[in-house]
């Protein structure tokens, strides 16, 4: 019997249905973010199901408001954000109870709803408002967060995101880093539907309360005089990377739904106190 003088060598390919193992690596990174991209939005979808679900005396009380600390000015202004918010949300189905929080020391143009009913309201958005109708869009715009349960939808999802990469084993690696980046613009793209959604319903709490949306977009017009630098066609592009869609976006929206006929209706002004106010607590 004749043994061969070596051990035979097999073909590269033997094991391997390619011959270059850079391909294999990019067919199970490929096949790693398809299935990192149906679980976010298999995620997404089951927050969106289950939010609504959990009860509203269940969701964590989330603030940032200091309402030991303000004076006896900022005090009145708080008052008067929540009488506001509360004639907006009053009669409505679920008239869910929320707290408004005023952030004098931010100047920032913001408002944001957080877990719990708490809505923030900073002192850049009131400077950046000429009219209590425009005000109350963006008020109407955080109670239409609240209504819609979409804090509790956020938690969940970001819950889901965050089990889901734990189950992975991706922790701090690059893989992980590529699966925490696909589940942001997932967020962020569920997080658009969601503006666009408490956009539409703050209109529909505008037109009850005034009988007409004009200045609505105020605020969103403010806002765009400060992007328009950038140009238009890149502010639209920014709004895909934003959680909130493009000012642009928005502004066409609200002129888009105004109801004809009503272009004419005059706009509510601020109470003459609140500017003096604004002014006296001005740090």
């Known amino acids: 019997m004749n043994f061969p003088k070596e051990n035979p060598r097999f073909p590269d390919s033997i094991n391997n249905a390619h011959e270059n193992p850079f391909v294999d690596f990019l067919l199970m990174a490929a096949g790693l973010l398809t299935l990192i991209v149906f679980m976010s939005f298999a995620i997404g979808w089951s927050a969106s199901w289950l939010g609504p679900l959990i009860p509203y005396d269940w969701e964590p009380n989330i ?3 200091q309402h030991d600390t303000l004076s006896d000015d900022n005090l009145k202004i708080q008052d008067y954000l929540t009488e506001l918010t509360e004639r907006l949300s009053s009669d409505t189905e679920t008239d869910y109870p929320v707290k408004v929080h005023w952030l004098p020391e931010i100047p920032d ?3 944001f709803a957080t877990s719990g009913g708490h809505i923030h309201v900073t002192r850049g958005l009131l400077d950046s408002v000429s009219s209590e109708n425009g005000l109350a869009m963006v008020l109407a715009h955080e109670y239409a967060h609240i209504e819609m349960r979409h804090p509790a939808m956020l938690m969940l999802k970001q819950l889901g995101h ?3 990469y734990m189950a992975l084993g991706l922790g701090d690696s690059g893989a992980g880093s590529l699966a925490q980046n696909t589940g942001f613009v997932s967020l962020m ?5 969601m503006e666009r959604a408490a956009d539409n319903r703050a ?3 505008l037109e009850k309360e005034y009988g007409h949306t004009n200045g609505a977009s105020e605020l969103f017009k403010s806002l765009l005089d400060k992007e328009m630098p950038s140009g238009i066609a890149l502010e639209r592009l920014q709004g895909w990377w934003q959680s909130h869609p493009a000012t642009l976006e928005r502004i066409e929206n609200i002129e888009h739904k105004k109801k004809d006929g009503r272009f004419d209706q005059n706009l509510r002004p601020l109470p003459a106190w609140l500017s003096v106010a604004l002014d006296t607590t001005k740090s």
């Open 189 to 193: 793209s569920f997080s658009r539907e």
């Open 162 to 164: 965050t089990i889901l």
């Open 109 to 111: 143009a913001n408002a």
């Open 63 to 65: 603030s940032l408001g």
């Open 203 to 205: 209109l529909e709490l």
